[in-house]
């Protein structure tokens, strides 16, 4: 069977590799994406889907320069203008849009919406070629010409190929990259609730001594909740019947929000922190989950996958201007030297977040308090922290710039 030959492969059609190649063939870029199956497209009108994303403003600004922000919002995206942290007995802090002129703190966007739109987009580009159903068998690593085999026997060539199949990566193993981490003993609750006092346009999250609760606005009176906490009370919550589940979430809740009513399904996800070890090879980058996995407390994972992919068609242009192999290991350092850092930064700082909040040791809780209460106070800092949860300060990305239109990259 003859190879074919593309600039950029791509595994994975999740949120991060439909973005990448959205971005890429809009920038004539030749790419293929394997993916093992397509998004859902259809779904009854009450349904909803239990996965959903926290969408800072530089995730959004992606999006819409992708082109695919205005199918976002038809499909149903949701604002919110004011973040409520607490604890029991404790301080509480309140971030709100208003207080550094935004007109919101970010949106909640189901999963199922945010891959629909970006499919809907890859598909009106002729440079973007979609293998699916598909998987990969085989990968050969070479810095000028990577070449992989799916699991039909088809044979793709590429510049380049790019990991962006999740936390459990087989391009990743395939190519011998480790990862390190250790699990949070945490298994994350998700499902939707319908609240008697409505969403009020806020995202709320308390801290217990077993994990933070946070709930997150959906149209109208409903909320997507994580409730992360350990295996055997997650354990009781999935298997309790409604009635009693809505009890025990109402009281953990501390009925903030009046009664809270389960709609639909309920999941459960254990949690753990993994970062791979190196983030490329010669014709090979990570991108998104395949590199790097978040505790979900303040819903940055997504976010970083889409800064990753950013940064990669940066240096990626930047190297097709200057006339460098694509997979050449100059080039995707680069990319690894910009993402890596930030990215064990952050995983870093919600590491040490959880662990500060997720115990009752009364030395630190009255640490929290204080340093909680200082901070709702002192406007300035509460300021920085809204800044930078919308992701718009730094050195960031072009495509996660307002109005970070492709033809405007200038070499630097």
């Not at 440079?127 to 068998?137: D, H, K, M, N, T």
Request: aromatic fraction near 6%; hydrophobic fraction near 45%.
């Amino acid at each position: 069977m003859s190879e074919q030959h593309f600039d950029i492969i791509i595994a994975g059609g999740g949120m991060v590799g439909a973005a990448l190649a959205c971005a890429l063939g809009e920038q004539n870029f030749s790419v293929a994406v394997i993916e093992h199956r397509p998004p859902v497209e259809d779904w009854p009108a009450d349904s909803h889907d239990i996965r959903v994303s926290a969408i800072s403003r530089a995730s959004q600004n992606i999006f819409a320069n992708l082109g695919a922000w205005e199918d976002m919002r038809e499909l149903g995206v949701t604002p919110y203008e004011q973040m409520v942290v607490w604890e029991s007995g404790g301080a509480e802090i309140r971030f709100h849009a208003a207080d550094i002129g935004e007109p919101d703190l970010g949106h909640i966007i189901e999963n199922r919406i945010i891959q629909l739109a970006l499919w809907r987009q890859m598909r009106r580009l002729e440079q973007v070629r979609i293998f699916c159903p598909a998987s990969i068998s085989g990968l050969q690593l070479d810095e000028e010409r990577p070449q992989v085999t799916l699991n039909d026997g088809q044979r793709l060539e590429a510049a380049l190929v790019v990991a962006a199949d999740g936390a459990r990566s087989a391009l990743r193993d395939m190519a011998g990259i480790s990862t390190g981490g250790w699990g949070y003993d945490q298994t994350a609750v998700v499902c939707t609730v319908r609240a008697e006092q409505g969403n009020q346009a806020s995202c709320w999250q308390r801290f217990m001594a077993t994990g933070p609760l946070a709930l997150l606005p959906m149209e109208d009176d409903l909320f997507s909740i994580v409730w992360s906490t350990s295996p055997e009370q997650a354990g009781e919550l999935l298997d309790m019947d409604a009635r009693d589940f809505n009890a025990a979430l109402t009281r953990a809740s501390e009925q903030r929000l009046g009664r809270l009513s389960l709609l639909g399904e309920r999941g459960g996800f254990p949690l753990r922190l993994q970062h791979a070890k190196q983030y490329i090879k010669p014709g090979l980058a990570l991108v998104g989950d395949a590199a790097h996995v978040i505790h979900p407390l303040a819903g940055q994972g997504v976010n970083l996958g889409l800064l990753d992919m950013a940064e990669l068609v940066d240096q990626l242009l930047r190297a097709r201007e200057r006339h460098y192999p694509l997979g050449s290991l100059p080039v995707l350092r680069r990319y690894e030297r910009a993402r890596k850092g930030e990215n064990i930064a952050m995983q870093g700082a919600m590491d040490l977040f959880k662990r500060a909040f997720s115990n009752d040791l009364g030395p630190l809780k009255v640490i929290r308090n204080l340093g909680m209460g200082a901070a709702n106070r002192l406007t300035p800092v509460r300021k920085l922290l809204i800044r930078n949860a919308l992701g718009t300060v730094g050195d960031i990305p072009i495509l996660a710039r307002r109005n970070g239109k492709r033809h405007n990259f200038k070499l630097q």
